[in-house]
Each structure stands twice: as C-alpha cells, then as structure tokens.
C-alpha cells in the first residue's frame, strides 16, 4: 500500500504565498513516474495544477502558470508546490497525487484558503 500525506495548507491573505508538500511511504518497489497536486474548489471538478515526472519536466494549468512552482525530491519521494502570489480563485483543497507504473494514489488533501 502506498501512502501519500500531504502538508503546508492553511489561512493566507491574497498575494502572499504557500509552500505544500506530499510525502509518499509504503510499498514503493519501483519509481513514481509523476507526481503532482490537484485542486477541487466549492462545487467544481477536481483540476490539475501541476505534475513533475521523474525525469524532470513539468506541466502546469494555465491559471498557476508563473505563480506556482512544482519541484520533487526523488530519492526521497516528496513533491512540493511553491505558490506565489495567491489569488481568491486558488482557494480550493489540494490533492496530492502519484502515479506508479499504472497505478494512481491521492492523498487525502490540504485546504488552502485564500482571503482578500
């Protein structure tokens, strides 16, 4: 079983900024090929913010691109997001994610809560 825990949500004011991490534990035999955060706000669908795959490259949703920054510590099997200038709009809860071979796993999510 492989476990995904997420940390750094919270309160901040709007144009400040946020640091999440997700840390993966558990059976983890072979590599994570992506991990990446997820968003669900009130009432919408869950979205992508952005992904990093162990090589290096990086997908980003339009609306965070600029702002948000993901980065991945491979041997120790923790993603983070450095989010910058938060706006109203980017409150939501996060969603860790990563993908193992054909496997997909979520955390639990971190609420981040942006006030103006």
């Known amino acids: 079983q492989v476990r995904l825990v997420e940390s750094g949500g919270g309160l901040v004011q709007a144009g400040g900024s946020l640091r999440l991490s997700c840390a993966a534990s558990?059976?983890?035999?072979?590599?994570?090929?992506?991990m990446g955060w997820y968003r669900q706000a009130p009432g919408k669908q869950r979205e992508l913010v952005a992904t990093?795959?162990?090589?290096?490259?990086?997908n980003y949703a339009g609306s965070v691109k600029d702002r948000f920054t993901i980065s991945r510590d491979n041997v120790k099997n923790i993603v983070y997001l450095q989010m910058n200038s938060l706006k109203d709009e980017d409150t939501a809860i996060y969603y860790c994610?990563?993908?193992?071979?054909?496997?997909?796993?979520w955390g639990q999510g971190t609420q981040v809560t942006v006030s103006s």
């Open positions: 994610y990563a993908k193992i071979i054909l496997t997909d796993y």
């Open positions: 558990g059976n983890i035999f072979s590599s994570i090929s992506v």
């Open positions: 990093g795959t162990r090589g290096g490259a990086t």
